[in-house]
Nanobody
Framework: VQLQASGGGLVQAGGSLRLDCAAPRRTFSNNAVGWFRQAPGKERAFVATVTWRGDTTDYADSVKGRFTISRDNAKNRVYLQMNSLKPEDTAIYYC?????????????????WGQGTLVTVSS
């Protein structure tokens, strides 16, 4: 299954980026989606998730209040708006499709992974 993530890049601290992930309809429909990230030398970690209906979201404490996850079910896309970026946000960001409609945090709950997009925040 091909999930196409885009929108990464180099940005100064305090700046913003918007990540975008497109998924095939058959994998997107009826499933929660989310974003994870993997910083250099660290394990992949949960960032944000949104339910299939888009009515409930969940965020890692480190990004709460700065990042916003959203989805467009008509376009089979999920977005991550990242504001007030910090150097510690530097990582490869992966979109993920969960197993079912409920939000998730664990990697074991991921059914499909995107290929990753690199975000680099300079100080």
């Amino acid at each position: 299954v091909q999930l196409q993530a885009s929108g990464g890049g180099l940005v100064q601290a305090g700046g913003s980026l918007r990540l975008d992930c497109a998924a095939p309809r058959r994998t997107f429909s009826n499933n929660a989606v989310g974003w994870f990230r993997q910083a250099p030398g660290k394990e992949r970690a949960f960032v944000a998730t949104v339910t299939w209906r888009g009515d409930t979201t969940d965020y890692a404490d480190s990004v709460k209040g700065r990042f916003t996850i959203s989805r467009d079910n008509a376009k089979n896309r999920v977005y991550l708006q990242m504001n007030s970026l910090k150097p510690e946000d530097t990582a490869i960001y992966y979109c993920a499709v969960g197993r079912g409609g409920h939000r998730f945090r664990a990697s074991q709950s991921v059914q499909y992974w995107g290929q990753g997009t690199l975000v680099t925040v300079s100080s």
